[in-house]
């Protein structure tokens, strides 16, 4: 299974990009991992939330393949219920031989409609809000942590 990570704008801040690095580095080792960044909007600052949730979206659904399972890390999205269940749900979708896996990390201003109706799932990482910046580095370290998980390894202590 080939698994995706779009996020919307680059990584602002050196230790993010660092700690991003280091997961998606470790997560070489279970998966193919692409990490695939939407260039923020030029003139933003000149657009209603509306136009940039539709704008984005729409570059959001231009990386989508119709094969693809979408998982919107959404703060409205359904909690997992914990590490151990994210890892059931990430061996239940590869034993449904899912080919393609992508969760989406959206702006500031969340997702526009059409990229909702597209998403086979809606995910939260937590009931507490975190900048979307910092949700890059939680997903993937939650990612690496679930492929431990399912591999028995020792990084994740029950």
Not at 74 to 92: C, I, K, T
Not at 106 to 119: D, E, I, K, L, N
Request: glycine content about 8%.
């Amino acid at each position: 299974m080939v698994i995706e990570l779009i996020v919307v704008g680059k990584t602002v801040g050196a230790w993010l990009e660092s700690g991003i690095r280091e997961y998606t580095g470790r997560l070489e080792h279970y998966t193919r991992f692409i990490q695939t960044v939407i260039p923020e909007l030029k003139n933003a600052r000149n657009l209603r939330e509306e136009q940039i949730k539709a704008t984005e979206g729409e570059l959001i659904l231009d990386k989508l393949s119709p094969g693809d399972h979408v998982v919107l890390l959404d703060e409205n999205g359904q909690l997992p219920g914990g590490s151990v269940a994210f890892a059931d749900r990430l061996q239940s979708l590869m034993n449904r031989g899912t080919r393609k896996l992508v969760f989406v990390i959206g702006g500031a201003y969340g997702f526009s409609a059409s990229v909702y109706a597209r998403a086979d799932e809606k995910l939260s990482l937590s009931p507490m809000t975190f900048s979307h910046q910092m949700v890059r580095l939680i997903f993937a370290e939650q990612l690496y942590r679930a492929f431990t998980i399912l591999r028995g390894e020792p990084y994740h202590h029950r």
